[in-house]
């Protein structure tokens, strides 16, 4: 079976009759349509998208150089804090040796005094002990002279 023309309307490719206008119509209507009930709500979501992105984005970077300078500020009241707490642990180390040498000087002086203390009563007990044997040598020596002698050369 082959396909022959039966006349010359049959040859021809594009028909250019009512129909061409009207599809050219339809088209436009079609564009027109589309372009309105999709194409423009797609745009302005994705427009809305788009903006909505960027002022997160930025919203994000001005959070992050916040977070940043704050940490940084944190940072440098660490070590500012750190700085005064080691200075005042010094000062009381200072403090705790001034102290502490002042009461061994202390405690040296006062075992001093009790040690020239002591020695003067050890020196005093010491003389008294030599008056008291003083004393019983001199009776102990006038008993003796009494029994070899008698009491009546003795005196």
């Known amino acids: 079976m082959s396909f022959r023309p039966k006349n010359k309307e ?76 080691q200075a005042v642990i010094a000062t009381a180390q200072a403090d705790a040796k001034k102290i502490a040498s002042a009461k061994v000087a202390e405690a040296q002086k006062e075992a001093q005094v009790s040690r020239e203390k002591a020695g003067q009563e050890i020196e005093q007990q010491k003389q008294e002990a030599m008056r008291s044997l003083e004393l019983e040598v001199d009776t102990l020596s006038r008993q003796i002279l009494e029994k070899l002698l008698g009491t009546a050369l003795a005196k």
């Open 10 to 85: 049959e040859l021809k490719v594009f028909d250019f009759d009512a129909t061409l206008p009207f599809m050219a119509l339809q088209f436009l209507v079609l564009t027109v349509l589309l372009n309105a009930v999709f194409y423009k709500p797609l745009t302005k979501v994705l427009d809305d998208r788009d903006e909505y992105i960027r002022t997160t984005q930025v919203s994000a970077q001005e959070r992050l150089a916040k977070a940043q300078k704050l940490a940084q500020e944190y940072d440098q009241k660490l070590g500012e804090t750190r700085k005064q707490s």
